[in-house]
């Protein structure tokens, strides 16, 4: 498969010599943990739908991965291959990332809430080799989803469902056999150890101009993101990570992967949110740092009975995808001794710019962060010139993080002659040269830290019988940030409700976070004199049902 990379040498030239990229892989890290000691905490998982707790050793995640990349090659995944996860928050798939790295495999993380129209297009154009799914998860049944729509997709040879039964069975495929025993297992893995600069991972952004696009990193553009990140806010080994955001989500898969291998460092994970379960954790497993959007922040807040636990360990939670309320930010200050840090980031460049431990508090609610070291933001005008400090425009960013392409579209890029990636975000940047999202240019609705695209929502209402046109806004949210609202027109003589178009939705196989919360029909949308729907003026009607 042709990947469309766009990776040329003279960006890794520049970044090499700047230092920018550190040119190491993951398992660089995880030798250098296992030479301190094999036994050192490594992950614990709670399971939701068993009741199952696993704690592994790094030696047992060494283990269990080599175990793992020796069953990928048995199946037949070559380096370049893309290997599938929809899975929560479970061990299996920070073992599964790592087994997939070993071999030059590049991982799919998918998120759990996906459903067949989305599965379809998102395996099919990632010619996915391998897929692993829960056998059910949150009353959802992931088996006959995935078989349901194996005939369209040609290239997946196989599926394997964690907790299930028979052959396809996860644990029975994969893991009953002890390859990493082999007397040549070693030599075949050290033969496929990938580089820093080969693609390790595929996760797809929400579309806003059609399908979504699956976005490409390589170890030296998330390590080299990370290894920033870790030195800026002062985490080491000592440190216990929390993270209830999913990991097919960016922010689990960089900071609840990746980081806690970097720190030699232990991850608690959780993979349905409660607020009272996870104050728990953090209580029960001393958790130093964790990372989520708003609600998480809002729910531990405001929680009734929170002040009855023990959150002292908690020095830092990080929180990007949507402006923090001044108030939640002040209520935190005021309550629990953990420092709130606002930022900005995408799929495509990880959290570019974040607030500093030392930061006062009025910095986080009045900005989105500082950029972090070899990564810089600049602000754009329409035509294209540098905006005056304090002034919107468009922000682009260049640097360490960034990603290094769109799978199989090059030429969506969108990386200027000087390397500026248009975020399609508006900004603009303080004297200090924080910054403060306005607004989007991208037509998405943020919703509790995950983007909804728009435009994808929009095709699907079309296609209802009873509607003539659609529109999808925001509604503004204090907890999710923001909830979906479609305005549409209705075809002669049709009616249409909300009971209706959830039910419509579901039955095509939409994923839930996409559904509207709010439909509002009315006779005609407003349009300018060129005869585009004026969304500005639907955001402002969808602002007064959010009060």
Not at 28 to 50: F, K, V
Not at 241 to 269: C, D, K, N, R
Not at 360 to 370: A, L, M, Q
Not at 522 to 537: A, L
Request: aromatic fraction near 8%; glycine fraction near 10%.
């Amino acid at each position: 498969m042709d990947l469309g990379l766009s990776l040329p040498q003279d960006r890794i030239d520049a970044f090499e010599k700047t230092g920018a990229w550190i040119n190491r892989t993951i398992f660089d890290y995880l030798d250098d943990t296992l030479a301190g000691g094999a036994d050192r905490p490594a992950i614990t998982s709670y399971n939701g739908e068993t009741g199952q707790k696993t704690a592994l050793t790094y030696g047992e995640l060494d283990r269990l991965s080599r175990r793992l990349a020796l069953a990928l090659i048995d199946l037949g995944v070559q380096p370049g291959d893309v290997v599938s996860l929809q899975l929560p928050n479970w061990w299996q798939f920070n073992a599964l990332h790592l087994a997939c790295a070993r071999i030059g495999a590049i991982t799919n993380p998918l998120m759990p809430i996906f459903r067949e129209r989305e599965l379809r297009y998102m395996l099919g154009f990632a010619e996915s080799k391998v897929v692993v799914a829960p056998h059910s998860f949150r009353g959802f049944a992931y088996k006959p989803m995935i078989e349901g729509i194996r005939g369209d997709l040609p290239d997946l040879t196989h599926a394997f469902y964690i907790d299930g039964e028979g052959a396809d069975d996860f644990a029975t495929a994969l893991l009953s056999e002890p390859r990493e025993e082999r007397a040549d297992a070693d030599a075949v893995l050290a033969a496929l150890r990938p580089r820093p600069n080969d693609v390790n991972e595929v996760i797809y952004t929400s579309g806003t101009t059609g399908q979504p696009k699956g976005v490409m990193h390589t170890a030296n553009s998330t390590l080299g993101h990370l290894s920033s990140w870790i030195q800026l806010h002062g985490l080491s080994g000592d440190d216990k990570v929390f993270m209830a955001s999913p990991l097919a989500h960016q922010t689990g898969f960089l900071y609840a992967i990746l980081q806690p291998v970097m720190l030699g460092a232990e991850v608690v994970l959780l993979d349905r949110w409660d607020a009272p379960m996870g104050v728990e954790l953090i209580e029960k497993h001393g958790c130093t740092f964790t990372m989520g959007a708003t609600p998480f922040l809002s729910d531990i807040v405001t929680m009734p009975n929170v002040q009855n636990f023990d959150l002292s360990k908690l020095r830092i939670f990080a929180s990007a995808g949507a402006p923090i309320p001044p108030a939640l930010v002040q209520k935190a200050a005021a309550n629990f001794s953990f420092k709130v840090l606002s930022g900005w980031g995408m799929t495509e460049c990880a959290c570019a710019t974040v607030c500093r431990p030392d930061d006062p508090d009025e910095k986080v609610w009045t900005s989105d962060g500082y950029p972090l070291p070899h990564t810089e933001v600049a602000v754009h005008r329409p035509d294209g010139s540098p905006a005056p400090q304090g002034e919107e425009g468009v922000l682009k960013v260049r640097g360490q993080p960034m990603f290094v392409g769109y799978l199989k579209r090059p030429e969506l890029h969108g990386r200027d002659a000087d390397g500026w990636f248009d975020t399609g975000d508006q900004a603009f940047i303080h004297p200090d040269g924080y910054i403060r999202i306005t607004g989007r240019a991208k037509d998405i609705i943020i919703r509790g830290g995950e983007n909804v695209p728009v435009v994808e929502v929009e095709d699907v209402l079309y296609r209802h019988p009873a509607v003539a046109e659609v529109a999808v806004v925001g509604i503004p949210d204090d907890r999710l940030g923001e909830r979906g609202c479609a305005f549409v027109t209705l075809q002669p003589g049709s009616s249409l409700d909300l009971e209706e178009l959830i039910r419509y939705l579901g039955e095509i196989g939409t994923a839930k976070q996409y559904w509207p919360e709010h439909l509002e029909v009315i006779d005609e949308m407003p349009r300018t004199p060129s005869g585009k729907i004026q969304k500005f003026k639907l955001r402002e009607m969808a602002a007064a049902f959010g009060r």
